[in-house]
């Protein structure tokens, strides 16, 4: 499978161009921001304090792509 040059830049424009926004159940600061890419499901986990966005992790989640929101 070909790298799917992931970079800091498109992380950024994930973060501001979203497909779907989910709250974290355990971090009331933090925000889950997933783009679909290339069939797959990218969450960028995101921490909100004041007017600052640090992100925190990114990966691929297979279980949003089994409940049918990524395909």
Do not use: Q, W
Not at 20 to 44: A, W
């Amino acid at each position: 499978m070909e790298s799917l040059g992931i970079t800091i830049e498109k992380i950024l424009y994930y973060i501001h161009n979203p497909d779907l926004v989910l709250d974290d159940p355990l971090y009331p600061d933090r925000k889950y921001y997933v783009k679909r890419v290339e069939g797959r499901c990218l969450k960028v986990v995101v921490e909100h304090r004041e007017d600052i966005l640090t992100p925190i992790t990114v990966f691929f989640d297979r279980a949003l792509r089994k409940k049918g929101i990524c395909g």
